[in-house]
């Protein structure tokens, strides 16, 4: 099976511009969450999407969002870009139900992205 | 709300030693459990995980941990250390019902020497 992947790998944006993300989770994944590193903050959750949904969301500013498409690929969007949201962006994918949650994330490799 | 500590921001250890990685979580209940590694510029891989049952759990690459609900652990442990280990290791727990959020640690940093 393939695994997570994530388009683009790296990007270089200016402040003030917005930026979209893409995420392809493993087939038959239907829950995808997105992930912050940062050498300062860590790895911080950002969303989790399921059928289509969110169902859980970190403690970032409305300038984050996302989506789910029907056929589990999500995207994540940044508005009006800050120098602090220089980072790794992380998606993870899981089997998920509706009504259980296993936890288990299988991760791509990321988007670097770099505001100038 | 739970929270994951890594005490350990780096370890040094010779190849061939054997390593522990240590993580203290907060939580009320029983929780999932994780550990992750990152190497340079990738993203995460899953190294084996704790739902319930055995409390020491294998996993690949040779690792293993141990859940103590006493000591609210999770060490990880490999006895005999590759040079390919040299990575950035996090443990992860994933609790509540309000959906799939992992809270990750800080990470420990791990450098082989030769």
């Known amino acids: 099976k393939a695994g997570v992947t994530q388009t683009p790998r790296y990007l270089i944006k200016t402040r003030g511009q917005q930026v979209t993300l893409s995420c392809s989770p493993i087939?038959?994944?239907?829950?995808v969450s997105w992930y912050q590193q940062t050498p300062g903050q860590g790895l911080q959750f950002l969303f989790e999407?399921?059928?289509?949904?969110?169902?859980n969301k970190g403690n970032f500013p409305g300038r984050f969002s996302g989506r789910q498409f029907s056929n589990s690929r999500s995207e994540m969007n940044v508005s009006t870009l800050e120098l602090g949201d220089s980072a790794l962006y992380l998606c993870?994918?899981?089997?998920?139900?509706?009504?259980?949650?296993?936890?288990?994330?299988?991760f791509g490799p990321g988007t670097r992205l770099t505001v100038t | 709300a739970q929270s994951v500590t890594q005490p350990d921001i780096h370890i040094t250890v010779s190849e061939g030693a054997s390593l522990e990685l240590r993580c203290n979580y907060s939580?009320?209940?029983?929780?999932?459990l994780f550990w992750y590694v990152q190497s340079p510029g990738q993203g995460l891989q899953l190294l084996l995980k704790?739902?319930?049952?055995?409390?020491l759990v294998q996993g690949i690459k040779g690792f293993e941990a141990e859940f103590k609900r006493s000591q609210s652990s999770f060490n990880l442990r490999k006895p005999s250390v590759h040079w390919s280990d040299a990575a950035e290791y996090f443990c992860?727990?994933?609790?509540?019902?309000?959906?799939?959020?992992?809270?990750f640690g800080g990470g420990t940093r791990v450098l082989v020497k030769p």
């Open positions: 993870a994918s899981s089997h998920g139900t509706s009504g259980r949650v296993t936890y288990e994330q299988y």
């Open positions: 087939s038959g994944h239907r829950s």
């Open positions: 999407y399921f059928s289509e949904t969110q169902r």
């Open positions: 939580y009320g209940a029983t929780p999932y």
């Open positions: 704790y739902f319930s049952g055995d409390t």
């Open positions: 992860a727990v994933g609790a509540g019902a309000a959906g799939n959020k992992l809270t």
